[in-house]
């Protein structure tokens, strides 16, 4: 839903909120499994056979944990729900009461891909992706109050200005 404000627009997203990768929870599931099963291996088998056991479960908690650093990596920039306040070069977005300002640079692009704005740097890597807007009608005022254009709706034009 989108709401005019003095300086920019309010706009509340509809997307779902992102799910926890079920890929890793499983795989953190087999680790505390492994755990228990080193446990008991320890208490029951040879020192060496103990000490094996004991380093695969080592090495694998280090697997776990770089793809866990690596998923969080891909997760940032990706907004798909809360609410976005957005005002020309910048924009602020409340997820569940945490706000998370976003300032543009002059070299970032904004892109329109269907119901969804890319804002990508300079070198054209992507720094955020944005979804979850209502329809296009949205997503291309959002898009035009970053770029500080005039913004129309309903055949009434609207400039922005920076006050």
Same mark, same amino acid.
């Given at each position: 839903?989108?709401?005019?404000?003095?300086?920019?627009?309010?706009?509340?997203?509809? =997307?779902?909120?992102?799910? &926890?990768?079920? +890929?890793? #929870?499983? @795989?953190?599931?087999?680790?505390?499994?492994?755990?228990? /099963?080193?446990?008991?291996?320890?208490?029951?088998?040879?020192?060496?056979?103990?000490? =094996?056991?004991?380093?695969? &479960?080592?090495? +694998?908690? #280090?697997? @776990?944990?770089?793809?866990?650093?690596?998923?969080?990596? /891909?997760?940032?920039?990706?907004?798909?729900?809360?609410?976005?306040?957005?005002?020309? =070069?910048?924009?602020?977005?409340?997820?569940? +009461?945490?706000?998370?300002?976003?300032?543009?640079?002059?070299?970032?692009?904004?892109?329109?891909?269907?119901?969804?704005?890319?804002?990508?740097?300079?070198?054209?890597?992507?720094?955020?992706?944005?979804?979850?807007?209502?329809?296009?009608?949205?997503?291309?005022?959002?898009?035009?109050?970053?770029?500080?254009?005039?913004?129309?709706?309903?055949?009434?034009?609207?400039?922005?200005?920076?006050?």
């Amino acid at each position: 839903m989108l709401k005019l404000t003095d300086d920019g627009a309010k706009i509340t997203l509809q =997307g779902q909120p992102q799910a &926890l990768d079920n +890929g890793l #929870f499983w @795989f953190g599931a087999a680790l505390l499994v492994g755990a228990v /099963a080193v446990a008991l291996a320890m208490s029951l088998l040879p020192v060496r056979w103990s000490i =094996g056991a004991l380093a695969l &479960l080592i090495i +694998g908690s #280090f697997f @776990f944990n770089r793809q866990r650093q690596q998923h969080k990596k /891909a997760m940032v920039g990706n907004i798909n729900s809360g609410i976005l306040w957005v005002r020309a =070069g910048e924009l602020v977005h409340d997820n569940q +009461g945490k706000r998370t300002p976003i300032q543009l640079a002059e070299s970032d692009t904004i892109s329109l891909v269907g119901e969804q704005l890319e804002i990508a740097d300079g070198d054209a890597r992507r720094k955020y992706h944005i979804s979850g807007f209502d329809n296009i009608q949205e997503a291309t005022a959002a898009k035009a109050i970053l770029q500080g254009q005039a913004l129309t709706k309903r055949h009434v034009t609207i400039k922005m200005s920076n006050d």
